[in-house]
Structure formats: structure tokens, C-alpha cells
């Protein structure tokens, strides 16, 4: 966030902010004093008052997104740029769909979702749209985590001096109401690492919280990974499995 000083004809000198976005483009904000009496002491059926409720949602809504620790080349994934050129895309795009429009049940059940298929089929863009459709939708707290990342960030608590502490990380990865972990067995697999990621879906298993999984191991190898059982939460009440099994077109990416 940039400041820069400006003068409001009304209130006098004040610090205009320019606020950047999540999806890039950024926003400039005004007198904080105008913005506190539109809120608050003006006619609610007036243009400043909307104006001002909308940039209020606004700013919540891009903090959330943020927090989602979505990495910026994934920032601008949405289910609307997800390209359906061959029939699996389009099957995939309407399942995503279903689950954000039905998220409120999804989530009051802790229904899941696989993304199982091929390296660069989009899973990830898919993932992560649906990250921020739940977030900007019904003001969900989602968060984005690779599953490698996930077993630094674990790893690097066993540091001494460390200012997190392993149970840190576990509380965060299983009180979030929507968990994306991307890329599951795309690291080596110790039993440590396989250990960790089944400790997570079923700690969300018992809190009833759900979890959205990417990978590229093919299903037997799937639950040999985390687990026949693991396997079988993320598939409890109707959890679908959606197959990325077309040929890649881009040889790579997401
Ligand atoms: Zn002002």
C-alpha cells in the first residue's frame, strides 16, 4: 500500500492510500473522514453511503483474498478464464462450479474434492478459483498450500530459534474453513512427509471441514500415500473425484 498526501476541500489535509489488489489492478482511497461519515452519518439511500458500503466489502474482501496465500501466478485463475476446449475441461469447469454454488452444504457436511489427472491439465487454476470464489462469495477463510510447502514449513519449526512450533502449522492447516493442498505427492513421499498430510485431512475430517486435493499420482497410488482411510474421508458424503486425464496441450504448467 502506497500514501500520498492530498487535501479534501471538507476535512483538509489527509494520507490518500492507494491500495493494491489482489487480481493486480489497484485502488485509490480517499479522505478516510468523508469515508467515515458516508458509512455512518449520511443517508443510507444516498450514492456516498453506497459507494462507501462497497469499498468497505471491497477492502475486506481483498485482505481475504490475500490471505489465502495464493501465489501470484495464480492470482488471476478464476472459474470464468478456465479454458474448455475438450469435453473432461468442460466436465471438470461444471463440477467446480457446483461445488462453489453449493458451498454452503459442501461446507456444513466438510465435502471434499480430488483433482486428480495430469501435470498441466489446470488443476491447480481450478483449485484456486474456487479459493476465491468461496472467499469473495460467502467470506470463507480459505488458504492455499502446497503440499511441499506445507512439509518445509513443518520442517522448519524443528529449527532451533524457530517462532512457530509444529502444532502452529497444524492448527492454521486444520481450522481454515476451505484447505487447498496442491500438488499432494509431488514431493519424494518419506513416511514423515506421507505421515504430516494424513495428519491434516483427518484432523479436517474431524472438525468436518473441507478439503480440495491436487495431484498427479495416479488413485492406487494415491491411497497408498496418504492411506486407504484418508482416501476414503476425502470421498465421505459424496466427496467427487474429478479425473484431469486428457493429454496436456501445454506440455507443463499448472
Ligand atoms: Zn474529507
Given at each position: 500500500?502506497?500514501?500520498?498526501?492530498?487535501?479534501?476541500?471538507?476535512?483538509?489535509?489527509?494520507?490518500?492510500?492507494l491500495?493494491?489488489a489482489?487480481?493486480?489492478?489497484?485502488k485509490v482511497?480517499g479522505?478516510?473522514?468523508?469515508?467515515?461519515?458516508?458509512?455512518?452519518?449520511?443517508?443510507?439511500q444516498s450514492?456516498?453511503?453506497?459507494?462507501?458500503?462497497?469499498?468497505?466489502?471491497w477492502?475486506?474482501?481483498?485482505?481475504?483474498?490475500?490471505?489465502?496465500?495464493?501465489?501470484?501466478?495464480?492470482r488471476?485463475?478464476?472459474?470464468?478464464?478456465?479454458r474448455t476446449?475438450?469435453?473432461?475441461?468442460?466436465?471438470a469447469?461444471?463440477?467446480?462450479?457446483a461445488?462453489?454454488?453449493q458451498?454452503?452444504e459442501?461446507?456444513s457436511v466438510?465435502?471434499c474434492?480430488?483433482?486428480?489427472?495430469?501435470?498441466?491439465n489446470?488443476?491447480?487454476h481450478l483449485?484456486?478459483?474456487?479459493l476465491?470464489?468461496?472467499?469473495?462469495?460467502?467470506g470463507?477463510?480459505?488458504?492455499?498450500?502446497?503440499a511441499?510447502?506445507?512439509?518445509?514449513?513443518?520442517?522448519a519449526t524443528?529449527?532451533k530459534?524457530?517462532?512457530?512450533?509444529?502444532?502452529?502449522?497444524?492448527?492454521?492447516?486444520s481450522?481454515?474453513?476451505?484447505?487447498?493442498?496442491?500438488?499432494?505427492?509431488?514431493?519424494?513421499g518419506t513416511?514423515?512427509e506421507?505421515?504430516?498430510?494424513?495428519t491434516?485431512?483427518?484432523m479436517?475430517?474431524?472438525?468436518?471441514?473441507?478439503t480440495?486435493?491436487?495431484?498427479?499420482?495416479?488413485?492406487a497410488e494415491?491411497?497408498t500415500?496418504?492411506?486407504?482411510?484418508?482416501?476414503?474421508?476425502?470421498?465421505?458424503n459424496?466427496?467427487h473425484?474429478?479425473?484431469?486425464?486428457?493429454?496436456?496441450s501445454?506440455?507443463g504448467?499448472?
Open positions: 500500500m502506497k500514501t500520498r498526501n492530498d487535501q479534501c476541500e471538507v476535512h483538509g489535509q489527509y494520507e490518500r492510500r491500495v493494491e489482489f487480481d493486480g489492478a489497484s482511497v479522505c478516510p473522514n468523508c469515508y467515515w461519515e458516508s458509512i455512518h452519518t449520511s443517508d443510507e450514492q456516498a453511503h453506497a459507494d462507501a458500503v462497497a469499498l468497505k466489502r477492502e475486506a474482501t481483498n485482505v481475504a483474498l490475500f490471505a489465502t496465500g495464493i501465489a501470484q501466478r495464480f488471476a485463475c478464476s472459474l470464468d478464464n478456465y476446449d475438450l469435453e473432461g475441461q468442460a466436465v469447469l461444471d463440477l467446480c462450479r461445488y462453489v454454488d458451498f454452503e459442501n461446507f466438510g465435502r474434492l480430488l483433482m486428480l489427472g495430469n501435470f498441466g489446470g488443476k491447480t483449485g484456486c478459483a474456487i476465491k470464489a468461496v472467499v469473495t462469495r460467502f470463507a477463510h480459505g488458504l492455499y498450500a502446497p511441499p510447502d506445507i512439509i518445509s514449513a513443518i520442517k524443528f529449527n530459534g524457530s517462532s512457530d512450533t509444529e502444532q502452529d502449522i497444524m492448527a492454521e492447516l481450522s481454515v474453513d476451505l484447505l487447498l493442498i496442491d500438488e499432494l505427492g509431488a514431493q519424494g513416511e514423515f506421507r505421515n504430516s498430510l494424513h491434516i485431512i483427518d479436517r475430517y474431524r472438525k468436518m471441514l473441507p480440495i486435493i491436487t495431484s498427479n499420482l495416479p488413485s494415491l491411497s500415500y496418504i492411506g486407504d482411510r484418508a482416501l476414503d474421508r476425502l470421498r465421505e459424496g466427496g473425484a474429478i479425473a484431469f486425464d486428457w493429454e496436456s501445454r506440455g504448467g499448472q
